[in-house]
């Protein structure tokens, strides 16, 4: 791959994000970097949106996104060949600073390989380290300049363990802030007479095969128990969505189901509730005061490779930072019957209770008022810009 490297202005950054979600979220902050250094050169590995921002994409990452010990192996060589390849830009091209975003398994290497070349790394969307494998914290301290927190209680996680950190909020209000829905779309599907509940099985293909199954066996028995409810299945891309449909076997076309790709947060707005995959569209669900259950699924080698590391019984993320269980929750670990069942009993009092669904959205919206504010992307742009040294004084008046 060195034949592609290219030479890179001195005021620059070098991106790496391997998930969609990532993607998203950095694209917000290079168009706060842009709002605060116009002139900034950035470039990387990630994806559709983050080259809509105007980044050069070396290569698209979330293609290979993946979730799981086990699953990540058959990768490996592409992901050290790409490794390889952003150590020959940090060579040739000598980047200002290198961000990293989530991904945590790849990018340990690439903040690595940025420390050996002497460029400063900032860490943002950090892996959830007080959740599980906090040992990691160690390889934090030796390749990280600087972690840019989202959540309110992991500054001073960090800070007791040695880092420097800086508390930016989450950019995922700043995506719902920024968001704008389509109204007529909205109107024209509430104007179903029942409830409606709105399905999220996942923006990567693992998510997709492993949890859409299990969705759609509780689809089928919920809507033996309320043949009115109407199930809107929101998928992350066209291919997804046509695997998605394809599962349907021929007694599912009576189901009250329709499927849509590009229309998460409009079918979130239009729905009573959700059944959703465990992630951090749950921020979503939060602050648009949505009613959801929460489901996740691990394989067996997976599970067994990460129980021990595991310091947290909660996967959703309203959850953790309330520090009780507001929207309930159930990971299916190898089979995935028994939690069906429970997803479905939990899915069954949403729709049976109003009193229910009035009190969770009540919880999330309270919990929303507390830390659901846009800002994240400037204010880790303003981070980044002043460490390296990049702000002017205009620049640093528009960031306040």
């Known amino acids: 791959m060195s034949e592609f490297v290219e030479a890179v202005k001195m005021d620059s950054l070098f991106f790496s994000v391997g998930e969609p979600s990532g993607d998203l979220h950095a694209a917000n902050l290079i168009g706060g970097l842009r709002r605060l250094c116009g002139n900034l050169e950035m470039r990387g590995f990630g994806g559709q949106r983050m080259r809509q921002a105007g980044c050069h994409i070396d290569f698209d990452m979330t293609s290979l996104a993946v979730v799981g010990v086990v699953e990540v192996l058959p990768k490996l060589k592409q992901f050290f060949q790409l490794a390889d390849y952003a150590s020959e830009v940090f060579s040739a091209a000598k980047p200002s600073g290198v961000v990293v975003v989530d991904f945590p398994g790849f990018n340990w290497h690439i903040a690595k390989r940025a420390k050996q070349a002497g460029i400063p790394v900032f860490y943002y969307l950090p892996p959830q380290m007080w959740a599980w494998g906090g040992w990691r914290v160690a390889k934090m301290r030796r390749y990280v300049d600087r972690v840019l927190c ?111 790709v590009g229309r998460t947060s409009e079918l979130i707005e239009v729905a009573n509730c959700s059944l959703m995959k465990s992630g951090s569209t749950s921020l979503e669900m939060m602050a648009r005061g949505k009613p959801s259950v929460v489901l996740y699924h691990m394989s067996l080698a997976s599970f067994a490779l990460t129980r021990w590391m595991t310091k947290t019984k909660s996967i959703t993320l309203p959850n953790l930072i309330a520090g009780e269980t507001i929207i309930p929750e159930y990971l299916a670990v190898g089979t995935t019957r028994r939690t069906t069942q429970q997803v479905v009993e939990a899915m069954d009092r949403l729709l049976s209770d109003p009193d229910a669904r009035a009190s969770q959205k009540f919880k999330l919206l309270s919990l929303a008022s507390k830390c659901a504010q846009p800002g994240a992307s400037l204010n880790a742009a303003a981070v980044i810009a002043e460490h390296l040294g990049l702000q002017t004084s205009t620049h640093r008046a528009l960031a306040a």
């Open 150 to 260: 989202n959540l309110p209680f992991e500054p001073d996680w960090y800070a007791q363990r040695g880092m420097t950190v800086d508390y930016v909020g989450h950019p995922f209000f700043d995506e719902i802030s920024n968001r704008s829905l389509d109204q007529r779309f909205i109107v024209q599907w509430r104007q179903y007479d029942g409830l409606q509940v709105v399905v999220l099985p996942g923006s990567r293909w693992g998510e997709v095969h492993s949890i859409w199954p299990m969705q759609l066996a509780a689809i089928r028995e919920l809507a033996s128990r309320h043949p009115s409810v109407r199930f809107l299945v929101a998928a992350h891309r066209d291919q997804a969505c046509l695997w998605c449909q394809r599962q349907l076997s021929p007694s599912d076309r009576k189901l009250n189901i329709e499927f849509f």
